[in-house]
C-alpha cells in the first residue's frame, strides 16, 4: 500500500511530506482554482493524479463526484468519453453514495471504473462493495490542511502497465504484449470484474500457479449494449457457448480469447480464491 496527499493549496502537502509516493490535484475550476503548473511541480518525484470536478472535462484520471462536483448519473457519462480518449479512468466518491454510482453505470449499460472511496474513519485499508475493491481509500479529511489516502500498489489508469504482484511472472503481460489495459480482480464468489478494451484485440486472465480461476460468463459491450448470443459489437461468451460448462484458468493457459469489433468493455463473472489479473492487448 501506498499513501496519497491531496489538497486545494498544493504546498501544504509539503508540511507532511517533502518527497510523497502519490499526490492528487484540480485541473479544472467551478467555484476553486485549479493547481498550477508550479504546483505541480513542487512534486517532482511523486505520481501525479489528475483530478476533474466537471463531468463535461475531457482530462484527468479521476472524476470527483460529490455536491458541487459532478453528480452521480453523470459519471457513466464522463467514464464512457475518457475510455474513448484512451484513458482507464477512476471515480471519487464517499462511502454513502458509492452503491448509487454502481447502480448508476450498471442501469446506463457502462463497464463499472476503478473508485477512489472517502470515508474519514481513520482506517487505511481498502474497502469493497458488490464485489468491487476501491483501487483507493481518502480515510482523513482535512488533516492539517490536506486529505491523506491509502492507495493499491498499482493503481491502472495512473500507474505504468506493469507486473502485478502476486501473478507469475511467466504469464503476466508486460508492456511488450501492447497491453493497453489492465486491473487486479479481487478473489471472490459469483464475482464481476470490468475492464475497458477499446481497440483491442485479445483478453487474456492471468492467476498464479497453483490459484484456479474459473469464468462463468465473458460479455463484450458495444455501443449498442451487452449481446451475450452475438458475434459482432456487443457479443460475448457465456456458459451456454462453452456446452454449460464454465472455463478454468491455469497460469500458462491465460487465453487469449479475442475481442469483438467495436466493443468498449467487458464484464467477467468467476470464482477465484486468490486474487487475478484481467488485461486487454492490442494484439
Known amino acids: 500500500m501506498r499513501t496519497m496527499y491531496d489538497a486545494v493549496t498544493a504546498a501544504n502537502i509539503l508540511n507532511h511530506d517533502r518527497t510523497p ?38 482530462d484527468g484520471h479521476v472524476l470527483d463526484v460529490e455536491p458541487g462536483d459532478a453528480d452521480p448519473a453523470e459519471a457513466p457519462g464522463w467514464v464512457r468519453m475518457r475510455r474513448a480518449a484512451g484513458a482507464d479512468p477512476t471515480v471519487y466518491v464517499n462511502a454513502s453514495t458509492w452503491s448509487t454510482v454502481i447502480s448508476e453505470f450498471r442501469s446506463q449499460g457502462v463497464a463499472q471504473p476503478h473508485y477512489w472511496i472517502a470515508k474519514y474513519d481513520g482506517d487505511p485499508s481498502l474497502p469493497s462493495r458488490e464485489g468491487i475493491t476501491a483501487v483507493a481509500k481518502q480515510y482523513l479529511g482535512n488533516y492539517q490542511g490536506v486529505d491523506v489516502s491509502v492507495v493499491a500498489d498499482h493503481w491502472p489508469g495512473v500507474d505504468p502497465a506493469q507486473n502485478q504482484p502476486g501473478t507469475d511472472p511467466g504469464a503476466n503481460p508486460t508492456q511488450e504484449d501492447d497491453m493497453a489495459f489492465g486491473r487486479t480482480c479481487p478473489a471472490g464468489t459469483n464475482a464481476h470484474a470490468d475492464m475497458a478494451v477499446a481497440d483491442c484485440r485479445k483478453l487474456r486472465l492471468h492467476s498464479s500457479w497453483g490459484q484456479k480461476l474459473v469464468v462463468h460468463d465473458i460479455l463484450f459491450y458495444g455501443d449498442t449494449g451487452p449481446n451475450p448470443a452475438g458475434t459482432g459489437v456487443g457479443g460475448g461468451y457465456d456458459d451456454d457457448n462453452n456446452g454449460g460448462r464454465p472455463w478454468t484458468f491455469d497460469p500458462n493457459r491465460p487465453g487469449p480469447i479475442d475481442i469483438p469489433a467495436g466493443a468498449t468493455t467487458v464484464t467477467v463473472r468467476y470464482d477465484a480464491a486468490h486474487d487475478f489479473f484481467l488485461s486487454a492487448a492490442t494484439k
Open 21 to 58: 509516493p502519490l499526490v492528487a490535484g484540480y485541473v479544472d475550476r467551478i467555484k476553486l482554482a485549479p493547481w498550477t503548473a508550479s504546483d505541480w511541480a513542487l512534486f517532482p518525484g511523486s505520481v501525479k493524479v489528475r483530478i476533474v470536478k466537471k463531468a463535461s472535462t475531457n
